[in-house]
């Protein structure tokens, strides 16, 4: 159950590329147990947010808490190993190995094993791995090599070596993109379970339609600022999202 508290906390993060600000003293509270969903134009920085979480980037100013500790300035596989875990916007694999070889590497990394025990692949890590290759219905398809998985098999061999250790919170970006009707709902059926079972989950999706049907709360980005942050219901009544999003010409 949601009990509100923040599980990660945004605090006047800055992130410059250059001569571009693609997030501005941005402020923002991921509370625990919930399903928070990011929208906004492109551009608007969403990614970057992630990129900012999960350590891929390091803002000029402002840092990022995760459960009260500040993690921004840790590596990526420092914040993985904490418990929060993402997936890419650019669904990649490791095209040489096997799906379950792709799953295995997250189940292994997600746990801080030393420099002695990261090369070797123990127990643990197996029975993640097949728990997870599982449950996000890669079991029959194990011994095929990366490069050939569809975009579906793709996301969702990245969706179990994300959860394969059953992280904290799950970033997902974008994660039905260039899905067929049918795959979106099976992808985001997964979401709603994962979600279910006690991950915070955020997910960044450009079409409002698929946010509001899993997220609660929303939070709409644009040119690296805070558009809105509120209940789902109540962005459709608010006037500066009615010109970005609900418009006549706009995807919704
Ligand atoms: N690694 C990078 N190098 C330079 N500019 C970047 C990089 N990543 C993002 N940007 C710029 O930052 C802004 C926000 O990008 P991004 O976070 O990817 O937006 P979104 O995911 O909302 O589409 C854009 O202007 C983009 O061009
Ligand atoms: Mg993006």
Known sequence: MPNGDALIDCRGVTVRFGG??????????IREGEI??????????????????????KPVAGEVLFAGERISGLPPHKIFQR?????????????????????????????????RGMF????????????????YGLGNRLGIRGGTASLFERKMIMLASAMAHKPSVLLLDEPVGGLSEEESDTLLEHVQRIAA?????????????????????????N????????????????KKLQELYFGSTAEV
Do not use: C
């Open 120 to 135: 070797r692949f123990g127990a643990g890590s197996y029975v993640a791995a097949d728990t997870a290759a599982e449950r």
């Open 36 to 57: 928070l969903g990011i929208a906004g134009p492109n551009g608007a920085g969403k990614t970057t947010l992630f990129n900012v979480i999960s350590g891929h980037v």
């Open 20 to 29: 571009v600000t693609a997030i501005s003293n941005l402020s923002l509270s």
């Open 83 to 115: 418990g929060v875990a993402r997936t890419f916007q650019l669904a990649d694999v490791i095209t040489e190995q096997s799906f379950y070889a792709n799953v295995l590497v997250g189940a292994h990394f997600a746990k801080d094993r030393g420099l």
């Open 223 to 238: 040119r690296g600022e805070l558009l809105f942050d509120g209940a789902a219901d109540d962005a459709r009544e608010d």
């Open 197 to 221: 079972e006690g991950t915070t989950v955020v997910v960044i999706e450009h079409v409002m339609r698929v946010l509001t049907s899993v997220a609660q709360r929303l939070v709409i980005l």
